[in-house]
């Protein structure tokens, strides 16, 4: 529904660890940044709960932080909970949660409004590579417990990929299927107006021309899987008749950077791999434009925001097979989705190296499914839902 065909304001909470006026990086920060603001379209006040330094407002949309920027998840948490019992939310007011476990106060202390939960990947995955097996087991009872409570009280529940309601229906089937009616895949959403195929020397200058740059966007984690790529790429790069003007550039920082430094100057590579670190979410179309391809060795992604953004500036996409990207990638037209082991990926980026592509030949491939990831299309389904629930008398 569109802003002139509804008769009232919609209240709407939004809940993430971060600030959605400032570019820290990152495809989820983008992806709530473009919610933010493609919102403004419909008549929405938006409060945006979250992490930084001070409360602004731009338009319609109000920050409040609760804990300072860069915070741990638990201060995050706690914060919210404190802010939950010093303040009251009219009536069915919209909450919209982006984790699971933020949806708890809400459920305790603000019982009269509706909560809707986006879930942007596999929960409590990167917990065992953090603390090890034996932690892992030992939390993983009361974790499942937390979420199935969760979910059973939800007023709708958004994975953003059918692969993300996969992992969920391994543990709480049941319950997901006593809730249909609640659950719909809602996908995550790029901003065509900024990522479009455009010349650009951005890589060229940063790191000395004549040489084709191949990307990696993304967090150093375990998640992302950089040892793998960077195996594959010496494989690539010990073939006969090697390639001395290809570089692979990884832009991003985390928590395994500097192990993936020493990994990468064990391995020899340092001549053909640049750690570029992190990139203002401003430049990542001028990074993509400039790259030859672009890479994703993931384990595990809900709807990579990369691919899309990628794909949309007509650069191919190598990917394992993560999130929703069989529904993006055709392959040898616009990348290859290759499977999660050394050989495969070197070769997927072989085709990618040898395979001339044209920017509007790859644009033109992924265009109808891009459309359906743009900001206007995903931000049309939430307004739907916001606007369903508002005027819910149900809980």
């Given at each position: ?28 920060i983008?992806y ?69 476990y ?29 603390f ?8 993983q ?14 007023d ?15 543990f ?62 010496r494989?690539?790069?010990s ?16 928590e395994?950077?500097?192990?993936m430094?020493?990994?990468a ?19 990542i ?55 999660a ?7 997927g ?15 033109s ?17 939430y307004?739907?839902l ?10």
């Amino acid at each position: 529904m569109n802003s002139s065909e509804q008769t009232e304001t919609t209240q709407v909470v939004m809940v993430y660890q971060t600030n959605p006026f400032r570019d820290s990086g990152g495809g989820g920060i983008r992806y709530l940044q473009n919610l933010v603001g493609g919102m403004s379209e419909y008549d929405a006040d938006i409060l945006f709960i979250g992490a930084g330094r001070e409360a602004e407002s731009q338009g319609r949309v109000q920050f409040v932080p609760v804990c300072g920027a860069g915070r741990s998840f638990p201060v995050f948490f706690l914060g919210l909970f404190i802010y939950c019992l010093r303040n009251t939310f009219p009536p069915n007011t919209v909450v919209h949660v982006h984790r699971l476990y933020f949806a708890l106060p809400f459920l305790w202390f603000a019982r009269k409004t509706k909560i809707i939960c986006s879930l942007h990947g596999w929960t409590f995955w990167v917990f065992r590579k953090r603390f090890g097996t034996l932690a892992h087991g030992l939390l993983q009872p009361i974790v499942r417990a937390t979420e199935a409570y969760v979910l059973r009280r939800l007023d709708y529940f958004v994975p953003v990929s059918q692969d993300t309601l996969n992992f969920m229906n391994r543990f709480h089937r049941r319950t997901l299927e006593q809730m249909a009616d609640r659950v719909d895949v809602i996908p995550s959403m790029i901003d065509l107006s900024r990522f479009k195929p455009e010349v650009s020397d951005y890589l060229q200058a940063r790191h000395g021309g004549r040489r084709d740059y191949v990307t990696f966007i993304g967090r150093l984690a375990p998640q992302k899987n950089v040892g793998l790529l960077l195996e594959a790429w010496r494989n690539i790069m010990s073939d006969e008749g090697s390639r001395p003007n290809t570089v692979l550039v990884l832009v991003g920082h985390g928590e395994l950077e500097q192990e993936m430094k020493a990994k990468a100057e064990e391995m020899g590579l340092m001549d053909s791999v640049i750690f570029h670190g992190l990139e203002a979410g401003e430049n990542i179309p001028k990074v993509l434009n400039a790259s030859k391809g672009m890479i994703l060795p993931a384990v595990f992604e809900a709807s990579p925001t990369v691919v899309k953004e990628s794909l949309a500036c007509g650069v191919p996409v190598v990917t394992t097979n993560v999130g929703d990207v069989e529904e993006l990638i055709v392959d040898g037209k616009n990348g290859k989705i290759v499977g999660a082991g050394v050989d495969a990926l070197a070769e997927g980026i072989r085709w990618l190296l040898e395979t001339p592509t044209k920017k509007a030949d790859v644009l033109s491939v992924s265009k109808a499914e891009l459309e359906r990831h743009s900001v206007a299309s995903v931000c049309a389904a939430y307004n739907r839902l916001y606007d369903q629930l508002s005027t819910s008398t149900e809980r």
